[in-house]
């Protein structure tokens, strides 16, 4: 069966300090990708999606970054956080099936100070 | 954008009763898919129903989707404490690697033993 896997959980970083956020999937291959920021009590915000390695495109532009290294690893980074980067940060995959189902990691909570 | 959009935002109701959520869109879908999220947690799926489709079920679920009305329901029967969380819609025009959804702000549900 398939996992996705989202470290760290929390994550407590200073204005203008770097960030480095993964996500990894198990059990499947070849999978889109997807990087979400929810803000409390918000809907999600696309961020970055990509459909292979080395494909990343952006959706919103920020100061934050996305790579994918790998076929089942995404990164999200930053090299100056800002406040506003606080957020609940959600990663998620779908396979190439027809039914286009996002499965979701359990989230980063970033919080910025 | 064909953002949806859930409503109401809150929902406060006894267990026992049902709730129905809607969702609103802007332009064509391939597909909409109701999610669920519990508080500080990734999004979990729970029913997809495509654009020739009117209605479907699973358990004590329903979906409904009028293509016309660009708006889709979200039933849930004889609810109970356990379904508290919130519930987005999301809507997609592509599908495979074009799947690009975009999510509403959710409806938060509270059910009250």
């Known amino acids: 069966s398939q996992t996705i896997h989202q470290w760290p959980a929390t994550l407590v970083q200073p204005v203008g300090s770097p960030l480095s956020l993964e996500c990894t999937v198990e059990g499947t291959s070849n999978p889109n990708l997807y990087w979400y920021r929810q803000a409390a009590g918000r809907g999600l915000q696309l961020l970055f999606y990509s459909v292979g390695i080395g494909q990343i495109s952006s959706e919103v532009p920020q100061n934050l970054s996305a790579s994918r290294p790998q076929d089942r690893q995404f990164i999200l980074s930053s090299k100056k956080l800002l406040l506003s980067d606080s957020g609940f940060y959600l990663c998620?995959?779908?396979?190439?099936?027809?039914?286009?189902?996002?499965?979701f990691g359990p989230g980063t909570r970033l919080t910025v100070l | 954008s064909q953002q949806g959009e859930e409503d109401p935002q809150a929902l406060s109701i006894q267990e026992g009763e049902n709730a129905t959520m809607n969702c609103s869109y802007k332009t064509s879908i391939n597909n909409l898919q109701w999610y669920r999220q519990n508080s500080g947690r990734g999004l979990v799926h729970l029913i997809l129903i495509r654009s020739n489709e009117r209605e479907k079920h699973s358990g004590r679920l329903r979906v409904t989707l009028d293509t016309s009305k660009k708006s889709s329901s979200l039933l849930i029967t004889a609810s109970r404490a356990a379904d508290t969380a919130s519930y987005f819609c999301a809507t997609a025009l592509g599908s495979g690697g074009s799947y690009i959804p975009t999510f509403g702000r959710g409806t938060s549900l509270i059910v009250h033993p």
């Open positions: 998620a995959w779908t396979g190439l099936a027809v039914t286009d189902t996002q499965y």
